[in-house]
């Protein structure tokens, strides 16, 4: 039996919030600091900005700890709007480590943002397949990108695998109601 799939409206471009995934990073300074002004609310984007470039530029730091930092910074940039800087950002981190989920994770939203679906998903595959931290939102951004290229069916398969992965999810739920599936046999 083959299922069909028709969905209800076009794909609403609703980044998953977690998708500003920021990464921890060890020890204090201006590199602890990016992190703590990226994962809580910041007044000033600017003070932010640059709290993050000067650990970058000033603070003697594990490539562990300053590929967070891009990845911190890139995240502040993303909610900015400053899409090009925080897409230079994640790739700095992931030239320093090809291993970090998270830049991936934040590097797909960044092209989603952009409405750059293809683009966005070698970037979601790769955050996928390193299982990233926050793997529910590396699977509602891919079906965002799916959707808005076509893979309709690709897109439900990962909204559901979203939900699966944070059950009770209303974002990943209300995508989901715009399918429904139907024998197509």
Known sequence: MKLKLIIAAAATVLVAESASSQV????NGLGGECYQKTKNS??????????????????????????????NRGVLRMRAG????????????????PELG???LNEGAAHIYRQDFEAALAPLDRAIALE?????????????????????????????????????????????????VEDGS
């Open 24 to 27: 921890f990073v060890i020890g």
């Open 42 to 71: 910041y007044s000033s984007f600017r003070d932010a900005d640059q709290t993050c470039t000067r650990a970058l530029r000033e603070q003697v730091m594990t490539r562990s700890n300053r590929a967070a930092t891009y990845v």
């Open 82 to 97: 400053k899409y090009d800087a925080a897409l230079a950002d994640y790739s700095e981190a992931t030239d320093l480590n």
């Open 102 to 104: 998270a830049a991936f």
């Open 132 to 180: 990233s931290a926050d793997l529910f939102a590396a699977y509602y951004n891919r079906a965002i990108a799916k959707e808005n290229t076509g893979d309709v069916s690709g897109a439900f398969y990962d909204f559901e695998k979203s939900l699966e992965l944070k059950p009770g999810w209303d974002l990943a739920e209300r995508q989901l109601t715009r399918f429904s």
